[in-house]
């Protein structure tokens, strides 16, 4: 498994280290307007995103489905290699960033009081169950439905906000009451991880009874 998810970094490689360090250096040059904390994650986001849509989208340009399949390996190592790239991004933005609040906070370049890194992995673990979701879309069907798919999704969080504050107010208590347990951050890292982990069990069952083709 690990030499396929060499191949996904290797083919990845530019598009993540240029946006990994377009977050670097924005959080640095807007550290002390007290934004960079919050532009360093949205950029982090977005490449983990990106590597998501390319691992899936390289494979479909470069048809490499049909050599894969010939290698003396189960189709679903294939699928856990992809969703084990994800995670590998997703933790190691996460130690960068943990990283950066260190670094830049010591050498007087910004502070990173207004969002631990704690508060980060949290926040950022609804990212990691929807590339769940986006890879397990990719795998079904192929990149451009499964693009459609996760924009359709996107289109779903504005949903809250044509409901008039007043009937928000109940479920917006019921959260606040629920984060501030304290099994809450185990709980939610627990949930998180059984729907990632779902969602890939689902991939590696509709990746198994795809014909080549259905990808190319």
């Known amino acids: 498994m690990l030499p396929l998810m ?7 490689r530019k598009h993540l280290l240029s ?23 949205a950029v982090a986001w977005v490449a983990l995103w990106n590597f998501t849509a390319r691992v899936g989208y390289v494979e479909e340009r470069n048809r490499t489905y049909g050599l894969l399949w010939t290698l003396p390996l189960p189709r679903r190592v294939i ?15 996460l130690c960068l960033y943990a990283l950066a609040a260190k670094v830049y906070e010591l050498v007087g370049l910004t502070q990173f009081d207004t969002l631990p890194p704690a508060t980060a992995f949290f ?22 439905r499964a693009t459609n798919g996760l924009r359709f999704v996107f289109l779903l969080f504005l ?28 709980a939610g890292s627990a949930l998180a991880a059984a729907v990632y982990l779902g969602f890939m069990r689902v991939a590696e069952q509709s990746f198994e009874r795809k014909e080549l083709r259905d990808v190319g």
Do not use: C, N
């Not at 060499?6 to 990845?12: A, E, H, M």
């Not at 917006?172 to 809450?184: C, F, Q, Y």
């Open 6 to 12: 060499y191949k996904d970094f290797y083919l990845t």
């Open 19 to 41: 946006l990994t360090l377009l977050g670097l250096a924005v959080a640095a040059l807007l550290g002390r307007t007290g934004a960079g904390t919050t532009v360093f994650l």
């Open 79 to 93: 699928v856990r290699s992809k969703f084990a790239s994800v995670v590998v991004v997703w933790a190691g933005q």
């Open 123 to 144: 926040g950022s673990l609804p990212m990691l169950v929807l590339m769940g979701l986006y890879l397990y879309l990719i795998l079904r069907f192929d990149y451009l």
């Open 159 to 186: 949903v809250p906000l044509a409901i008039p504050a007043g009937y928000l107010e109940p479920a917006a208590r019921w959260l606040e009451a629920a984060a501030a347990h304290p099994s809450a951050p185990a």
